[in-house]
């Protein structure tokens, strides 16, 4: 019996990861009965025919779980977006932010194509990497078609399995093109009549890289909200999650209370506006989910 980690998922076929080996692996029935599905990124016992196939054993207990893309035990991710061409839009990095925190898993922004960039978005970027830099995020401005920027990257790999995303066309596959020039992932252009890209990771994989591993993973064109409740919402804020104390009313939902610490922050300019409103519109969101 060995321990390793799952790679990719096809076909009803686990592929894992030990001792720098690979070992096509299937599944036995009793995953099916105790309604287990193995995860790419679960850590599980296996064990091994031959040199280069085995049979599944046991999934070990995960740190987290995702839904969409379906994988476990992500220690952090890589949430790309691009500067121009698609432009950044916060609300969606936001809502990235808001699952990270949501599963505990560490968030580092990276924003691509920045060489794209003209002196106003540029101003904007800057502003932006103040804003969440403030919060704890890691944000770095790279060029993944020159590899401008990619060197700051690397300080992250080691020993944590890190999960690439963002949405599609931003230069994800690029950016990990440069930071491991073997892979040669493919890459796609963006569509000017649509304003995104096409979808070019085609599967779900762990990358073997510095110690640790990469989890290059489809490209999302919407996400949707799971497993978040409206009320704990502002803890996956850490301005409100601060903040939240000091509010007057326990369980304050920070929009119409009197009394709420996070309202004065935000009239302060202690917090972002756009922040702020974002938190509003996502509470709306969910709390609409609920009636349905």
Known sequence: MAEGIIMK?????????????????????????????????????FEAENKTEGYLLDVLERKNELIRPPMANIDQAFLVFSA???AIATSM?????VHMESMDIDAIIII????????????????????YEALGYPFHLVASINGKGIENLTQYISRHLTMV?????????TLLNQMMPSLDLETGQVSERLGRGRHTTKH???????????????GFSSLDFEKIDEEDLDICFPEMRK???ECKFRGCT???EPGCAVKAAVENQEIALFRYEHYKQFFEELAQLRRY
């Not at 779900?204 to 489809?218: N, R």
């Open 204 to 218: 779900l994989e762990l990358i073997p890289f510095q110690d640790g591993f990469i989890a290059d993973t489809p």
């Open 93 to 97: 990095l936001d809502r990235f932010l």
């Open 254 to 256: 920070h929009r119409k």
């Open 112 to 131: 691509n194509k920045k060489d794209l960039a003209d002196s106003y978005m540029t101003e904007k970027l800057q502003a932006y990497k103040k804003t």
């Open 9 to 45: 998922a096809i076909s009803g076929f686990y592929y894992v990861y030990h001792d720098q080996e690979v070992y096509q692996c299937r599944g036995r029935g009793l995953f099916r009965k105790k309604k287990i599905k193995p995860l790419v990124g679960d850590w599980v016992t």
């Open 84 to 86: 121009m061409e698609p």
């Open 243 to 245: 903040r939240m104390p």
């Open 165 to 173: 995303t963002g949405e599609s066309g931003v230069g994800k596959s």
